[in-house]
């Protein structure tokens, strides 16, 4: 593909495209990205917030780093701004959201421009809407569109896929798999917590509604019609997320969150609070690279897997903490659910100004340290742990970062996957996970690159 940019970072104003700014100022070429531009709405805004690495006539860039290209104006609600854009590079990177927001002229745009398309989204039932609605026409081009990139959801993907191929290489299928997660440091972007509003508001919507018998919490009747017009138009169509799938992927939720026992080393453990996120996407590359079907399960846990007898097998920590949260709980929830059913905006408004992270006010620790000089902040550390449908053979795999995963890991892997597609010979198929597209050994490898430490422990008798 020959275009002037290698990347665009659409939404550079935001926490998310800041970060990614600093990430190419100071890291690019090790990641093998030669070329990049930031693209906002406002122009004054990006140089108020990231002039000293957006600056194409700056006269120091890092060893590792690349200078920028004169900054692009692309606005969500301009699709002309977008398509003009997206013709300009071989991949955007979109880091606006809420994606149920502002992120589908950024889809249409990069698919009638012929150009791949990465996000950072976790927002899976937008991805598999916009998976129906340009699906066929991104893979009839070649296109990688490639959401959910990010923390969401490539390192439970990574991990799983690799302790199968371990499996598979000693002539043993996979059958349950664990992954652990535990994480230090970081902030949350103002994005994510706008995601988590939305995902609160149609809660209260659909709970309105059916209070009311379709009365309330549905919207206009222009936005009910125009809704309803959507569903008709994409039945039929397959998003991301294959419906053969969906019954599998919610008696894996389901068992994930009531069960607190791991069925592979007995320890007790809490779900991890992506279980919802990433459950989807680990099946669906289970499936695409033919691991999958009825003997595969997935549990996603929180914290270390704590197989130790001087805390009962991890029972004595998750029952401090489950009566730590239903304190807190009985403390918060009768103050926060009254303001989200009766002042929505308000709390919406609330959350622009949430982590305000401008230059002379940076409140968290992490934004700090990614703005200068994009140094390590924290902590994202995967362990997998699968077992073989035999129940004879376990492999391990382990993934470890020094960055936070809501910004810097965030950062790091939408643009990591987007060197590792624009550095592929062969098309892209449209719509699929990120391990899937690239593979899971080939995307081990760039990830080394760029600083990621995994480990695949191999396949024994016992764990």
Same mark, same amino acid.
């Given at each position: 593909?020959?275009?002037?940019?290698?990347?665009?970072?659409?939404?550079?104003?935001?926490?998310?495209?800041?970060?990614?700014?600093?990430?190419?100022?100071?890291?690019?070429?090790?990641?093998?990205?030669?070329?990049?531009?930031?693209?906002?709405?406002?122009?004054?805004?990006?140089?108020?917030?990231?002039?000293?690495?957006?600056?194409?006539?700056?006269?120091?860039?890092?060893?590792?780093?690349? /200078?920028?290209?004169?900054?692009?104006?692309?606005?969500?609600?301009?699709?002309?701004?977008?398509?003009?854009?997206?013709?300009?590079?071989?991949?955007?990177?979109?880091?606006?959201?809420?994606?149920?927001?502002?992120?589908?002229?950024?889809?249409?745009?990069?698919?009638?421009?012929?150009?791949?398309?990465?996000?950072?989204?976790?927002?899976?039932?937008?991805?598999?809407?916009?998976?129906? /609605?340009?699906?066929?026409?991104?893979?009839?081009?070649?296109?990688?569109?490639?959401?959910?990139?990010?923390?969401?959801?490539?390192?439970?993907?990574?991990?799983?896929?690799?302790?199968?191929?371990?499996?598979?290489?000693?002539?043993?299928?996979?059958?349950?798999?664990?992954?652990?997660?535990?994480?230090?440091?970081?902030?949350?972007?103002?994005?994510?917590?706008?995601?988590?509003?939305?995902?609160?508001?149609?809660?209260?919507?659909?709970?309105?509604?059916?209070?009311?018998?379709?009365?309330?919490?549905?919207?206009?009747?222009?936005?009910?019609?125009?809704?309803?017009?959507?569903?008709?138009?994409?039945?039929?169509?397959?998003?991301?997320?294959?419906?053969?799938?969906?019954?599998?992927?919610?008696?894996?939720?389901?068992?994930?969150?009531?069960?607190?026992?791991?069925?592979?080393?007995?320890?007790?453990?809490?779900?991890?609070?992506?279980?919802?996120?990433?459950?989807?996407?680990?099946?669906?590359?289970?499936?695409?690279?033919?691991?999958?079907?009825?003997?595969?399960?997935?549990?996603?846990?929180?914290?270390?897997?704590?197989?130790?007898?001087?805390?009962?097998?991890?029972?004595?920590?998750?029952?401090?903490?489950?009566?730590?949260?239903?304190?807190?709980?009985?403390?918060?929830?009768?103050?926060?659910?009254?303001?989200?059913?009766?002042?929505?905006?308000?709390?919406?408004?609330?959350?622009?100004?949430?982590?305000?992270?401008?230059?002379?006010?940076?409140?968290? /620790?992490?934004?700090?340290?990614?703005?200068?000089?994009?140094?390590?902040?924290?902590?994202?550390?995967?362990?997998?742990?699968?077992?073989?449908?035999?129940?004879?053979?376990?492999?391990?795999?382990?993934?470890?970062?020094?960055?936070?995963?809501?910004?810097?890991?965030?950062?790091?892997?939408?643009?990591?996957?987007?060197?590792?597609?624009?550095? /592929?010979?062969?098309?892209?198929?449209?719509?699929?996970?990120?391990?899937?597209?690239?593979?899971?050994?080939?995307?081990?490898?760039?990830?080394?690159?760029?600083?990621?430490?995994?480990?695949?422990?191999?396949?024994?008798?016992?764990?």
């Amino acid at each position: 593909m020959s275009r002037l940019l290698d990347v665009i970072v659409f939404g550079a104003t935001g926490d998310t495209g800041r970060c990614a700014c600093h990430y190419l100022f100071n890291n690019a070429k090790l990641i093998d990205l030669k070329s990049w531009a930031p693209a906002a709405r406002n122009l004054k805004k990006l140089n108020k917030l990231v002039g000293d690495v957006c600056d194409p006539e700056a006269s120091k860039v890092p060893e590792n780093g690349v /200078k920028a290209s004169p900054a692009i104006q692309a606005d969500s609600n301009d699709y002309e701004s977008l398509l003009a854009m997206a013709k300009q590079a071989k991949v955007v990177v979109a880091c606006a959201g809420p994606f149920a927001d502002y992120g589908e002229n950024v889809v249409k745009a990069c698919v009638e421009a012929n150009t791949h398309y990465i996000d950072i989204t976790g927002e899976t039932p937008w991805v598999n809407v916009m998976a129906k /609605k340009y699906g066929e026409e991104a893979k009839a081009k070649g296109l990688y569109m490639l959401s959910q990139s990010a923390y969401d959801s490539v390192p439970s993907d990574i991990t799983v896929a690799l302790a199968a191929l371990a499996l598979k290489e000693e002539g043993e299928t996979v059958g349950a798999v664990e992954t652990y997660h535990h994480i230090v440091g970081g902030a949350l972007p103002v994005g994510t917590l706008k995601t988590m509003l939305n995902g609160v508001m149609l809660g209260r919507a659909k709970a309105l509604g059916a209070l009311s018998g379709g009365m309330l919490g549905s919207g206009s009747k222009e936005e009910v019609a125009k809704a309803k017009s959507e569903r008709k138009s994409l039945r039929g169509r397959e998003g991301l997320v294959p419906k053969s799938l969906q019954k599998q992927i919610a008696n894996d939720i389901s068992s994930n969150n009531m069960n607190p026992k791991s069925p592979i080393t007995g320890a007790w453990s809490l779900p991890s609070i992506m279980t919802q996120v990433n459950t989807p996407i680990v099946h669906v590359t289970a499936d695409s690279l033919g691991y999958g079907g009825a003997q595969f399960s997935y549990r996603e846990r929180n914290g270390k897997n704590d197989a130790g007898v001087a805390s009962m097998y991890g029972f004595l920590p998750v029952a401090a903490t489950m009566a730590g949260l239903g304190l807190g709980a009985m403390a918060v929830l009768p103050f926060l659910i009254p303001m989200i059913v009766l002042f929505p905006d308000a709390v919406r408004n609330a959350a622009e100004n949430f982590n305000n992270s401008d230059p002379g006010d940076m409140k968290a /620790k992490a934004f700090k340290k990614l703005f200068n000089g994009f140094r390590p902040n924290g902590l994202t550390k995967v362990q997998a742990l699968a077992s073989s449908v035999s129940g004879e053979k376990f492999a391990e795999v382990d993934f470890e970062t020094d960055y936070d995963p809501g910004l810097g890991f965030t950062v790091l892997s939408m643009l990591t996957v987007a060197s590792a597609i624009i550095h /592929k010979e062969d098309a892209g198929n449209g719509f699929q996970t990120a391990v899937v597209a690239v593979g899971p050994e080939n995307l081990k490898e760039w990830y080394d690159k760029a600083g990621v430490r995994i480990h695949v422990r191999g396949v024994r008798s016992k764990l």
